[in-house]
C-alpha cells in the first residue's frame, strides 16, 4: 500500500465536506490530537483502543464501536495486536436531527452493523454522495441511533492539573493494591486527606473513589480481553480479595459479568478466523 503523509490522510478526510470517507487501517495512531469536520465511527476486530479527549480517556473493547462527533479533539492508541481497524468518517449534514451525533459514545456491534462494515471494507477513500456507496454509508450512519441504545457507560476522567496528574499516575500504578486509600495515597503524594479529596471534586468533578473503582474496571477489562488469566488472578490485580465483590461491581458498571465480557474475546476471535 502506498505510503501518504499525516497531513494528507488528514486533509483527504476533510477536503470535501460533502462527501463521507472510508479508511481500513491503524493510521489513526499516527496523530497526536487533532481534529476533523466529519463524524468518525471507528471498529475494530482484534486488539484493544484507547480514545483520549481533553477531557476523558475511554476503553474501547471487542465487539464495540465508538462515535466521535465532529470538532472533537481527540487522538487514538491501539494497543496489542489489531487484526481490522475500520475508520468512517460522515458528513455532518444529518447531524443536528439527533442528539446521538454530538456526543462520545462506545456501543456494542450487533450482527446487523457488523455485517455492515464488513461490507464497506471494498472502499477506500471520498464515497460521493448520489452513488449506491453513499446510499448505504447514510443508512447504516442513520440506523446507529435506533440499533445503539445503551452506551458502555465507562469512562476515566482526566485534567490538566499537574498537582493531581502525579496522583492519577500513582492510583493507575497501584490498582492491585487493596488497601489503597485517599489517606494513603494523599500521604504517598504529599496532601492532606481533606485536600485531595476537595482537589479530586474541583478538578475532574468526581471523587477519589469513584476514579479509583473506574480505573479498576477499565484495567480489568483490558486484562479479560487480553490475558488468558482467570477472573479470580484478573480481581486481585486489580484490588479485589473477593471474587463476589469484583464481579457484582464490575456488573453494576458495564452492564455485564465478567465471564460474560471476556466471551467477547472469543467472539472476536472467531469472526477473524472466518474474513
Do not use: C
Not at 470538532?71 to 468512517?88: D, M, S, W
Not at 502525579?166 to 493507575?172: A, E, F
Request: charged letters at 25%; aromatic letters at 12%; zero cysteines.
Amino acid at each position: 500500500m502506498l505510503k501518504v503523509s499525516n497531513e494528507d490522510l488528514l486533509f483527504a478526510i476533510d477536503e470535501k465536506p460533502e462527501t463521507m470517507y472510508v479508511w481500513h487501517s491503524r493510521f489513526e495512531d499516527r496523530f497526536q490530537d487533532h481534529t476533523h469536520s466529519k463524524g468518525q465511527l471507528t471498529y475494530v476486530e482484534g486488539g484493544i483502543i484507547f480514545l483520549y479527549t481533553k477531557e476523558k480517556s475511554y476503553f474501547l473493547p471487542a465487539r464495540h464501536y465508538v462515535w466521535i462527533p465532529a470538532g472533537i479533539e481527540h487522538h487514538l492508541q491501539h494497543r496489542y495486536h489489531a487484526a481490522v481497524v475500520r475508520n468512517i468518517y460522515f458528513d455532518t449534514t444529518t447531524d443536528d436531527e439527533n442528539p446521538f451525533y454530538n456526543q462520545i459514545g462506545i456501543y456494542p456491534v450487533n450482527n446487523l452493523l457488523l455485517e455492515m462494515f464488513l461490507y464497506s471494507e471494498r472502499w477506500n477513500g471520498n464515497i460521493e454522495p448520489a452513488t449506491k456507496e453513499y446510499d448505504f454509508l447514510n443508512t447504516l450512519k442513520n440506523i446507529l441511533p435506533v440499533v445503539s441504545r445503551h452506551p458502555l457507560p465507562i469512562a476515566l476522567p482526566t485534567t490538566e492539573n499537574q498537582r493531581l496528574r502525579s496522583v492519577l499516575k500513582h492510583i493507575i500504578d497501584n490498582l492491585a493494591n487493596d488497601n489503597m486509600s485517599l489517606e494513603s495515597v494523599g500521604k504517598a503524594n504529599g496532601f492532606s486527606e481533606r485536600t485531595l479529596s476537595r482537589l479530586f471534586q474541583s478538578a475532574m468533578d468526581t471523587s477519589f473513589f469513584q476514579y479509583l473503582k473506574l480505573a479498576r474496571m477499565i484495567k480489568a477489562m483490558e486484562m479479560l480481553l487480553e490475558t488468558e488469566l482467570t477472573i479470580s488472578e484478573i480481581a486481585y490485580e486489580v484490588g479485589y480479595n473477593s471474587i463476589s465483590s469484583f464481579s457484582n461491581t464490575f456488573y453494576k458498571m458495564v452492564g455485564k459479568r465478567p465471564s460474560e465480557f471476556k466471551e467477547l474475546k472469543l467472539a472476536t476471535l472467531t469472526r477473524i478466523n472466518l474474513v
